[in-house]
């Protein structure tokens, strides 16, 4: 089902979801599982499964030489949606990302996924592999998500690529991107990046799915410009816990976000790693208390495929 269809059907009450890493290269389905289990009795309509650019290693050869290598650390997210639909019966949500990819690529990978009956798919540009300084678009694949979103947009009206396309079924795509309630790092300011979503949103996107945030007041305002300049789609909260020490650093450097004063404090005063995640958990819980008084869809939880901090936030809150 739609994940749209899942919001209007809710009438009103707030949702829970949430988003998976596929397990590293080498490892089980069951890690998957194990993710899942734990968080199935908050009856969660759809999961998010990210996907991940190629990466490079370093091989050295006898003579010395490093060689180059294009690697996968987590693939399977295709395989993973399609094992979480027939295990649990809820609706998979595959991240689409423009690097990595050619559009042929794109579309034969969405043709697969129309086949598995998958219905919504969040589209993004991806992040740049760490050895790169910037986002590098793949040779014959796309720069941004608005291109993306016209390949699926376009596929949902029967334009496949190439003209020769015999059956050209209209995909049924629910369309989801990201959004950014303190700005897109790379964006010269609010405005503008707010004009490439007004845009998205203009193309065929359906719903939007936010950065984390850890400050209330910034989902409040983004939703407001959202609504005050005709957006008026639903916008799900992304939401992650504090569960180390380490990510008063981390997250702001890795996801260019604000962590408010008295959270950081709060962190910086406890004895032990145990009281942090403790301070985390308290902090999210009164966050998610507050997002459903303001009438938030969905509460969507980066997991990190680690389910102890969320089931214990699910818990308190639904
Ligand atoms: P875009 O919309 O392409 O925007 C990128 C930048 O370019 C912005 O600054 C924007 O203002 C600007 N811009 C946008 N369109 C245009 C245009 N047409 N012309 C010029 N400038 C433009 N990354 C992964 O690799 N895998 C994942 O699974 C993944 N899941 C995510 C889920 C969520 C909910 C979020 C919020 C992020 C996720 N990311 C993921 C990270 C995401 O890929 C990065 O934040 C990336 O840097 C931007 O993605 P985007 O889709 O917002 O890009």
Known sequence: MKITDHIKNAKGKTLFSFELLPPLKGQSIQGIYDAIDPLMEFKPPF???TYHREDYIYKQHESGLLEKVSYRKRPGTVAICASIMNRYNVDAVPHLICGGFTKEETENTLIDLQFLGIDNVLVLRGDARHADSGFIPTPGGHAYATELLEQVANMN???YLHED?????KTKFCIGVAGYPEKHF?????KTDFGFLKKKVEMGAEFIVTQMFFDNSKYVEFV???RENGINVPIIP???PITSSKQLISLPKIFHIDL???LSEAVQKCKSEKEVREVGIEHMIAQCKELMKVGA???HFYTMSNPGPTKRIAEAIF
């Open 165 to 169: 396309y015999d059956t050209a079924y």
């Open 297 to 299: 869809p969905v509460l």
């Open 238 to 240: 992304g939401l992650k």
């Open 157 to 159: 009206n029967g334009v």
């Open 224 to 226: 407001a410009l959202c």
């Open 260 to 262: 408010p004063e008295e």
């Open 186 to 190: 790379e964006a010269p300011n609010m």
């Open 47 to 49: 999961i998010d499964v």
